[in-house]
């Protein structure tokens, strides 16, 4: 049995989203379990077929507009993020998928579950959907605003490991974010950073990679700092919607709008579809001692569903073990690729 | 008169484009002239109307794969883009549009035209199209990838200025770009940069505007360094394209979509438009003694005719003047508003 401990109360929708998607991702795999922590009061009701569901009752949620990541993971240890993550660093559940507030959520990573011994630092990795239908990988999103080349060694590694074992790539290939193809380009660290990843044999590095190519991205992984792929997810994910939403606007300003929509329903469906974050799950956090995604605020119950499967992928391919195996011990292993 | 130089080799089209776009200017102002640099036997055959259009001659063109934009510019001095250059260093023309590569454009500005004195960096200023119709200015988009806290100050006036002059926005209003709302985001230089803005009394600064809303933005003016700011527009225009190409696709799929289509031409022609930069003209280079644009590699003869738009609105606004009058001359006026 793999178990999924989910932070019930978290997420715009709360309960609504987290026990319908829960009751459905115990339907798509025999052999799950899954722990809600969240309100026993307001998860019953919704609770219509509690197979292999059991609830951990906390009427704590951790505050969306908390402002002091450390001091409420510190503070708020009866929230229901802080129970699931306690959950896991104490095996009780294998893995945890939480809507909290994305700061809180790695401190939490952090603080609880803890690091990896030879993991520096802890990334964020989203996965991006993309024009071919192909997921990519890209981090650091948002836990470290500044990096030593090494950390892109760390996350390169983490993210090949998880491409493969989690997404089914043979032999991920690695990007690095930057605002030219040549190795010359950007800031001294991007620099750095370049030259270090060229030396490692453990992964598949293919050079620079132009934000502007990260909807058809020519690689499987991309890597950068917090701030840089911060910048590249938001702006890609601000343009899309504002896209969509433009296309609504245009569509119905007019009659010969509507009565073509009418028409192309379906290809407008399956364009939106494409664009769909729901469908690929959230974001992974790499570089703690267990399985944790943090899936977007607005999650639903489907998109719950998919982060629960991402889960169950994580932790039935061992993916922590195997990229502890993976790690490089030293600067030296890197480089002669042992 | 106002005397508009254009590097008429340059850009994927060459002449094709400069030529016809020079001559749809001129027709647009009845007190523009302008100045082809460019190959004259090229140039003859495609200038229908020589009305207040002169040609001077060469034949060498910027290499678009130059690796060493100052090497580049030193050595190629009887380039189209350098002869216009050094044209507006000697005040044969007013102002200068190119489509040569943006490093050496940069380069060039910096080395030919000259620094203001009293400003310390040169900044690329591109207009973005705004999902509420109006553009919106962001800088600096890749001139420099690190920057200190008066940098930030000097751009945003400048920004400011330029807005007022050439675009007609009345106080127009200033956002730094960062990862999240609130002051203390960001990296050290990100958290300076906001304090400093904060103090300045001479721009309308708003905080900080995040990239998810960089199509939508709530300020007329984004700031940023030019490694942050280049990630930002190159995802922004790489996703916006990514779209327009899946939406074809998705349309092209199926005969229901095919149809649809023939009902919402208009309608998908006004979407298109609405994220189009050939309407409002090309980047703006900062802090050098004269107007210079540098439009998109791929303008055509309407993109040349917007930036040359662009450039009298600059030039009959004495923009360069206005500012040189608006910059603090120390960090002391920057605070006391005088």
Known sequence: MIKIGVDANGGDLGVEATVPGAMRAVQMFPDIEIVLYGDENKIKPLLTNPERISIVHTAVTMDMGEHNPAW??????????????????????????????????????????RRLPMMERVALCPIIPNMDGKPRLILDCGANVELKPNHYGEFATFASVAAKEVL???????????????????????????????????????????????????TDIVVGDGWSCNIAIKTLEGTAKGMGKMLKQEIKASTGGKIGYLFMKKNLKRFSMRMNSK?????????IGAPVVKAHGNSDAYAYSSAIRQ????????????????????DEEVKSGE
Chains 1, 2 share one sequence.
């Not at 193809?181 to 750095?192: A, C, L, V, Y």
């Open 311 to 330: 889960l169950y992928n994580m932790v039935k391919s061992d993916l922590i073990n195997k990229v502890v195996a993976s790690l490089p011990k030293n």
């Open 168 to 218: 089914g790539i043979e032999n991920p290939t690695v990007g690095l974010i930057n605002i030219g193809s040549e190795p010359g380009k950007g800031r001294q660290i991007d620099q750095e950073a370049y030259e270090y990843l060229s030396n490692m044999k453990n992964i598949n590095f293919k050079g620079n990679v132009e934000p502007d190519q990260l909807i058809d991205c020519p």
């Open 279 to 287: 469908e690929v799950g959230g974001a992974m956090i790499f570089g």
């Open 72 to 113: 409420a993971v510190k503070k708020q240890k009866d929230s229901s993020l802080c129970m699931a993550m306690y959950a896991a660093k104490n095996k009780e559940v294998d893995a945890v998928v939480t809507s909290g507030p994305t700061q809180c959520v790695i401190m939490a990573a952090h603080l609880i579950v």
